[in-house]
């Protein structure tokens, strides 16, 4: 492969024009353009890819759904019955409104399947109760909704892992069990991280719920909680497919708020279908640009070069995932996830593959690898939204962030080191690895 | 008149969703609640996630809300900010136009194949693809106007901004 070779030259298109500011798809779309151009194939490929791509990949069809109930599930009043819930859990330990955000990101994780819809659904009012009488330092409780809104996406329903899904031909159903336990340990960590330093810190403890007032607490949250039971219901009875099992839980999600907590007006509903459009629309563009530049990656052999360079070093399967793993990282401080998915881990499947890694395994590190990747600087997405939502310089973030990064680095090691963490759900469900 | 048009693109992107949605639920209540199967639910969600996509990227979101690295251009002068982003435009105009006849010939082809169920023509359903190129260089061209005239474009906003990760 010379220098000047039109994959060279469609690379380097992608990067200067995504580095020039143009939207990532564009860029993909038109750098693809270029390989075309310059390899006298016909341009027309691109239209094809894009369109045969989005038309024939149903199972996409999850993600605009699986948007809609995150966003249903996104009123007031339901977030305020989840908070008094976590808050009557865990809200009685030192630092408890800290653990109450760790605890409600891994509830909300489990009804969204998005980290950025997860910060920007509690950022705002997390941020207000934290902060209210100085009680956490604004840049902490703004570290913190970055950090525990990565559990949201690995925690099941996750829009990444329908991704990967659809790039590694892996089934729906798995790999949402698969997440669960780490998504758990992730929060974990978390968790851990808080109640070592409250002391320290003299965070504050909440005015503990008695005991009693527990069930109705629970009771009034509860519709909310069940969610996730009508979405792994539908999806593991082998009832309905995984994108009807999404349609059904935004379904649930829009009668539980239209009519349970009655918090659902015309204006609102119109809201929720625009807002989810516009992530649909966004994200869409994202998977044009992947589809048509895949296709430029699969004639060029690069998937199965790669793999065969691999082979032919010798390398072992934890070398080569703790190599994908400091890749990932690496990347995911510079690039968007979707991308990153979309465009780098197809190219290290085949390698994957041929070394006799699990695909449901390695998709569930990649993507809490990538999700990481959304609060590491310079370039993480949860980072610029939570100092746009809490108004805190992005240097006072960072370093609040970084103790956690540490952790969760820690929780990914331990995810990639022993497969059984991820693999264990989807084998008690009948998963042969 | 922008205003009123964005609004009413946004009105048909909203609109898309909802069917897209409600044909889920019809599906859904036809074959577990009533034992029938429909064919035609699944193609009309597909056809809608397309021109969703496709409409939404063409008339909706704006660049400012799209997913874009600007870091780079974020930390650069205005001046700087404006070379980059001519220089980006302009070659997404050149490559777009370039490729809009073989993409014209392509979807024009595809005439000759008829969607499973509801017998639509393809070449009609694909046809929202030369919308979305054609109004994606009318934009650029627009945005080219404007950076010329020194108007410039400022940072993306990342609370609207939403991959969906």
């Given at each position: ?65 699986f948007?809609?109930?995150a ?15 976590c ?14 955000n760790v605890v409600q990101s891994i509830i909300f994780a489990s009804m969204s399947g998005s980290a950025l819809a997860d910060a ?26 970055a950090v525990s809104s990565v559990i949201g996406p690995i925690i099941p329903p996750s829009i990444p892992l329908v991704?990967y ?7 729906i159903g798995y790999l949402f069990l698969a997440g669960v336990i780490p998504g758990l340990l992730l929060g974990a960590v978390q968790m851990g991280l ?31 909680l069940?969610m996730p039971?009508?979405l792994l219901?539908?999806l ?101 996830g ?22 449901v395994h390695?998709g569930v590190v990649a993507v809490v690898n990538i999700m990481i990747g959304l609060v ?6 949860l ?21 956690f990064?540490?952790v969760m680095i820690g929780a990914l090691a331990l995810v990639t080191?022993v497969p059984d963490l991820v693999l264990f759900l989807p084998?008690l ?5 | ?164 990760l």
């Amino acid at each position: 492969m010379s220098v000047a070779s039109p994959f060279a030259l469609a690379v380097g298109a992608i990067v200067a024009l995504s580095l020039l500011g143009l939207p990532i798809g564009h860029a993909m779309i038109a750098g693809s353009v270029l390989y075309l151009w310059t390899k006298g194939l016909d341009m027309g490929t691109a239209a094809e890819q894009l369109l045969n791509g989005m038309y024939t990949s149903y199972l996409l069809l999850a993600i605009p759904l699986f948007i809609l109930a995150a966003e249903f599930m996104n009123s007031g009043s339901i977030m305020d019955r989840l908070l008094r819930f976590c808050n009557a859990l865990v809200g009685r330990w030192r630092g408890g409104l800290a653990q109450v955000n760790v605890v409600q990101s891994i509830i909300f994780a489990s009804m969204s399947g998005s980290a950025l819809a997860d910060a920007a659904a509690s950022g705002r009012l997390m941020q207000t109760l934290m902060t209210k009488d100085g009680r956490y330092p604004a840049s902490f409780a703004a570290a913190l909704t970055a950090v525990s809104s990565v559990i949201g996406p690995i925690i099941p329903p996750s829009i990444p892992l329908v991704l990967y899904a659809l790039i590694s031909d892996t089934s729906i159903g798995y790999l949402f069990l698969a997440g669960v336990i780490p998504g758990l340990l992730l929060g974990a960590v978390q968790m851990g991280l808080i109640a070592a330093t409250a002391r320290r810190r003299n965070f504050p403890v909440e005015p503990a719920v008695p005991l009693r007032e527990l069930p109705r607490v629970t009771w009034e949250a509860l519709p909310a909680l069940l969610m996730p039971v009508i979405l792994l219901g539908c999806l593991y009875s082998g009832i309905t497919t995984p994108t009807e099992a999404a349609a059904a839980a935004a379904a649930y999600a829009l009668l539980v708020s239209a009519f349970l907590y009655r918090s659902v007006r015309w204006r609102d509903l119109y809201d929720s279908l625009l807002t989810s459009a516009r992530t649909t629309i966004s994200i869409g563009m994202l998977i044009a640009g992947a589809l048509v530049f895949n296709y430029v990656i699969t004639i060029e052999n690069i998937p199965k070069s790669l793999a065969a360079l691999m082979k032919a070093a010798e390398l072992s399967p934890l070398g080569f995932l703790l190599m994908a793993n400091l890749l990932l990282l690496a990347l995911g401080c510079f690039l968007e996830g979707t991308t990153i998915l979309l465009v780098i881990v197809p190219v290290l499947l085949p390698t994957a593959h041929a070394l006799g890694i699990d695909p449901v395994h390695f998709g569930v590190v990649a993507v809490v690898n990538i999700m990481i990747g959304l609060v590491t600087p310079p370039y993480g997405l949860l980072l610029f939204m939570m100092m746009k939502i809490a108004g805190v310089p992005l240097k006072d973030l960072v370093r609040e962030v970084l103790p956690f990064l540490a952790v969760m680095i820690g929780a990914l090691a331990l995810v990639t080191l022993v497969p059984d963490l991820v693999l264990f759900l989807p084998r008690l469900m009948g998963y042969k690895a | 008149m922008r205003r009123w048009l964005r609004r009413r693109a946004e009105n048909v992107a909203a609109a898309m969703l909802a069917v897209m949605f409600a044909a889920f639920v019809v599906q859904i209540v036809f074959r577990y609640f009533l034992n029938f199967p429909v064919g035609w639910t699944s193609e009309l969600t597909v056809v809608m996630w397309l021109w969703l996509v496709l409409w939404g990227a063409a008339f909706v979101v704006d660049e400012r809300e799209e997913i874009r690295f600007d870091l780079l251009s974020g930390a650069a002068g205005r001046r700087t900010r404006i070379a980059m982003g001519l220089a980006a435009s302009l070659a997404l105009l050149v490559l777009y136009g370039a490729s809009l006849p073989a993409a014209w010939s392509y979807v024009t082809f595809m005439k000759v194949e008829k969607s499973s169920y509801l017998k639509i023509r393809m070449d009609w359903l694909f046809s929202i693809y030369l919308v979305f190129v054609v109004a994606i260089l009318g934009r650029y061209v627009w945005i080219v106007w404007r950076l010329l005239r020194g108007r410039d474009e400022g940072a993306a906003d990342i609370t609207k901004a939403s991959s969906g990760l």
